[in-house]
């Protein structure tokens, strides 16, 4: 039996139960069978991006994030904006994989989540950080998605259908991208 494809699931938002957090959740409830999905859950811990501390050995949850990286097939981003931008906690998870080279070429996409009229700013920054990592942007993945609070179970996954449809659509693009990039 083939090693199932990994997608590392990264929340821009340190707020439990975000409706970042729930799109992810939602796409590891929409995921095929053969893959496992990973919904990272130390952006809270990383200590502040200090580029002298980038250097062996890195602090723990540094290296934790970065061993993530490294061992999934490919990224999916889903983050709030914040005054035009990424948050600032995103900003510093994304600091720290400058300097490494685990992105280097991994297939990564984001959802948007944000209010329409809203978003774009932290859209356009993800696109500039991943570019300085050499992230392998996959753009057809890259979607705007509308989450209906009212939809959102106790167990923080969406049963909208076309959410779901969307989700489970974009996994696919992307997953499709990690396929091409192993072989």
């Not at 993800?126 to 979607?143: E, K, M, N």
Request: overall charge negative; hydrophobic content about 40%; proline content about 7%.
């Amino acid at each position: 039996m083939p090693t199932p494809r990994v997608i590392l699931l990264l929340s821009g938002s340190v707020r439990a139960g975000s409706s970042n957090e729930t799109v992810l959740r939602t796409a590891q409830d929409v995921a095929p069978t053969t893959v496992r999905t990973v919904l990272y859950d130390g952006l809270g811990d990383l200590p502040h991006f200090n580029p002298d501390d980038d250097t062996d050995p890195l602090p723990k949850p540094v290296s934790e994030l970065r061993a993530a990286i490294a061992a999934a097939d490919a990224l999916l981003i889903c983050s709030p904006e914040y005054a035009g931008t990424l948050p600032g906690s995103f900003k510093n998870l994304l600091d720290w994989t400058v300097g490494g080279t685990e992105i280097g070429d991994k297939p990564a996409a984001w959802l948007n989540a944000a209010a329409p009229g809203r978003g774009e700013g932290a859209s356009a920054t993800l696109r500039t950080v991943l570019g300085y990592t050499g992230a392998a942007i996959v753009d057809a993945a890259c979607v705007r998605v509308a989450l209906d609070r009212n939809t959102v179970g106790a167990d923080g996954i969406s049963t909208d259908p076309e959410l779901r449809r969307q989700v489970a659509a974009a996994l696919d693009t992307l997953l499709d991208a990690a396929g091409q990039a192993a072989s």
